[in-house]
Nanobody, 121 residues
């Protein structure tokens, strides 16, 4: 199965932007067939679904981020992206990417390190 590594997190002020990357180690042929889902988990809260980009490039978003976040992918470099604009303190969380289309976090048995996003003034 494909292995994904998240990167690009950091500290940003409210209203700012960050772009997260999700890079696969399985090569372009293995990466291209996967749907990629983004999740996040804030301290003391359950992991929640954020967005999906299908293997054909179709994007779907949670209501909480719709209009602010954009998912994309570049199969040639086995990478998916989460562009986050107009960030709010409520977006503070550890962000994860997973191969799959399920929006239910408990569907997935294992999780990587994720990347920390902190939105604060």
């Amino acid at each position: 199965q494909v292995q994904l590594v998240e990167s690009g997190g950091g500290l940003v002020q409210p209203g700012g932007s960050l772009r997260l990357s999700c890079t696969a180690s399985g090569g372009i042929f293995s990466f291209s067939i996967y749907n990629i889902s983004w999740f996040r988990q804030a301290p003391g809260k359950q992991r929640e679904w954020v967005a999906l980009i299908s293997n054909s490039g179709t994007a779907t978003y949670a209501d909480s981020v719709k209009g602010r976040f954009t998912v994309s992918r570049d199969n040639a470099v086995s990478t998916a992206y989460l562009q986050m604009n107009s960030l709010e303190p409520e977006d503070t969380a550890v962000y994860f990417c997973k191969p799959g289309r399920s929006p239910v976090a408990t569907t997935y048995s294992t999780w990587g390190q994720g990347t920390q996003v902190t939105v604060s003034s």
